[in-house]
């Protein structure tokens, strides 16, 4: 790097801490932390590269050889299952001039072959072949580059921090929280990205508060009674959990949301009743697939996580839900939608596609809409942010915790 990039990028970096500083505290983010190309440079950096992220659920690597390629930003992530059955996470980089050695989105191999000079790689990203190398060339020290990997619950996390934050409390949340709906065994039933054009920010804005709930989303607003005010909601709860214990299980909330200056992931785990007489996230509030996990009825309640900045998960005795966040640029990013029922379950014979999505497809329609209307709006260099209301709680407080992450060095 030269010493005029430097110097910009030390000034950029002064910039950004003065905006920090100058947020007022109550309100939401200003402009430039939407809209500035520097403050995405920082995100990812200090967010997407420090931080644990769910890529999938486990069956998608079901068997060895299995393999799938993720971008997040300007990362490709080629995930796979080795032949010894060892879940692996690589980056997609030839270790010889650097271009992608997987080519396709999915699929069954064991090894990946650059396509430039055939350095040929094991699906568990050792280098086996490097034509017409010379004979003291290291080829164990040149296998694809790794980045962490951890399977809890039967989700698949990665992390690209080269020394990862701690893994075990998240492992111990899922364990008490998705574990007893049996995700560990569950399958995907459905995956659907929505692109928006939008900071990924005010994707991940929207999606942690309820006070939109109402008036953007009228179906979801019919069955979840988190647009309530907190009164009704505790009641709610109240007999949620009474259900809940009368079945044996214990789901256990927390609330672990921290910064990661101490090597801690954030992770709050959360639970919330339905509306009485209503089973499940669905369009009428019916079953939509079999009773999952330990379940052996429904308790009219769901079990959310928000987990590490980007992944969002929604579980309910019938079928789960992964929210996956994913940045492209300063201005554009992915949300993708997975469907968990559980592992036995049957297409056609247990649960019909159309019912067991529907709530969530037109909840995530709505949400693109409003949220490209609000990336719209805050382009105009006359906005300014205006205060949080009390139902916004949550964004509140994701807003206090990714100032604090782009603050750290």
């Not at 382009?379 to 205006?386: A, K, N, T, V």
């Amino acid at each position: 790097m030269s010493i005029s990039s430097l110097q910009q990028r030390q000034a950029g970096g002064d910039a950004i801490d003065a905006l920090v500083a100058a947020h007022r505290p109550g309100h939401g983010l200003a402009r430039p932390f939407y809209m500035d190309p520097a403050i995405f440079e920082r995100d990812m950096e200090r967010v997407f590269r420090r931080h644990w992220h769910c890529l999938a659920h486990e069956s998608a690597v079901a068997n060895p050889g299995d393999f799938e390629l993720f971008r997040l930003g300007d990362e490709q992530v080629i995930l796979s299952r080795g032949m010894d059955g060892a879940v692996h996470a690589m980056l997609n980089v030839c270790r010889h001039r650097g271009a992608e050695v997987c080519t396709k989105p999915k699929g069954n191999a064991k090894f990946f072959v650059c396509p430039y000079h055939a350095w040929t790689y094991a699906n568990d990203g050792s280098l086996r072949a490097a034509r017409l190398m010379p004979k003291d060339f290291d080829r164990a020290a040149h296998g694809l580059k790794k980045v962490n990997v951890r399977v809890a619950a039967g989700l698949v996390f990665i992390s690209f921090a080269a020394t990862p934050l701690d893994f075990e409390p998240i492992e111990n949340a899922l364990r008490v929280s998705c574990g007893q709906y049996g995700w560990d065994t569950a399958k995907v039933a459905h995956r659907q990205s929505y692109a928006l054009d939008a900071n990924w920010k005010l994707a991940v804005e929207n999606y942690v508060e309820c006070y939109h709930c109402g008036p953007a989303h009228p179906e979801y607003s019919q069955t979840h009674a988190l647009e309530q005010p907190l009164e009704m909601i505790e009641k709610l709860n109240q007999a949620m959990e009474a259900r809940t214990c009368a079945l044996g299980i214990e789901v256990v909330s927390g609330d672990r949301w921290q910064n990661s200056a101490a090597g801690q992931e954030a992770i709050h785990t959360f639970r919330y009743a339905l509306y009485d007489g209503v089973a499940t996230g669905s369009q009428d509030g019916k079953a939509v697939a079999p009773l999952m996990g330990r379940f052996a009825d429904y308790d009219g309640g769901v079990t959310s996580i928000h987990l590490g900045g980007t992944t969002f998960l929604v579980c309910y005795p019938d079928h789960g839900m992964i929210y996956r966040f994913i940045p492209k640029s300063v201005d554009t990013c992915e949300m993708e939608l997975i469907w968990l029922v559980r592992g036995d379950a049957e297409e056609g014979r247990d649960y019909e596609l159309e019912r067991l999505t529907w709530l969530w497809r037109v909840t995530t329609e709505e949400d693109k809409k409003i949220i490209e209307h609000t990336a719209r709006g805050v382009r105009s260099h006359y906005f300014e942010p205006g205060p949080i209301a009390p139902m916004e709680h949550n964004e509140l407080r994701y807003i206090g915790w990714y100032l604090g992450e782009i603050s750290r060095p």
